[in-house]
């Protein structure tokens, strides 16, 4: 089974940046810290990842932290939280993260992922022919975020792609956003490597 490396600490600093944008419950969140942010600069539209076997395209409204990019991971937010401009106001606040991997082999379950990643209560699985959406509980990065979030696999070309999708407690409870973000990122990812 194939597995994906996560950068948790990356996801930490641009999550704890991106909630301290938002007003209300959520944008209170750890905002002292989000003074000692980055620059909110090197924000990017597409990523070229794997050695060019992939051009990574985000979801409207979010774009890819340069900061965090290697050849196989990419942290995504929202675009007015890692630049100046408004784009990306009104689109669901969290942080996904990417990973790939070479399709040397099946695409996972949702079942087999949740094994790998020590996952709970998987549910609302939807599957096309090249990917797999699903819900799921498991650790928070850390005790402000939800267990709960949001999870896909993609193949696209000869890549897997393992997606995950993180809100804050506030934000995340009852919340579909996670699905047709995770969606629009495969749609557009798809569109752009055909």
């Not at 100046?84 to 790939?100: E, H, K, R």
């Not at 696999?153 to 579909?176: D, H, K, M, V």
Request: glycine share 8%; with cysteine.
């Amino acid at each position: 089974m194939t597995t994906w490396t996560f950068k948790g600490t990356v996801a930490l600093l641009a999550l704890t940046a991106l909630i301290g944008c938002d007003t209300g419950p959520a944008g209170d969140f750890l905002s002292s810290v989000t003074r000692a942010a980055a620059p909110r600069d090197g924000a990017l539209e597409t990523a070229s990842m794997a050695a060019g076997a992939l051009t990574l395209v985000p979801p409207q409204g979010y774009c890819i932290d340069q900061r965090s990019l290697t050849p196989r991971f990419a942290l995504i937010a929202r675009c007015d939280v890692l630049k100046s401009d408004a784009a990306g106001l009104g689109m669901p606040i969290g942080v996904m993260t990417v990973s790939l991997s070479a399709d040397t082999e099946s695409m996972p379950s949702p079942e087999q992922t949740a094994t790998a990643f020590g996952l709970s209560d998987v549910s609302q699985t939807m599957t096309t022919d090249n990917s797999v959406v699903f819900r799921a509980t498991g650790p928070a990065l850390f005790k402000d975020m939800s267990p709960t979030h949001w999870r896909a696999t993609a193949r696209i070309n000869n890549q897997l792609l393992g997606l995950a999708f993180y809100q804050p407690i506030q934000a995340s409870a009852g919340s579909e956003a996670g699905r047709p973000v995770l969606q629009d990122l495969i749609a557009r990812t798809a569109g752009k490597n055909r």
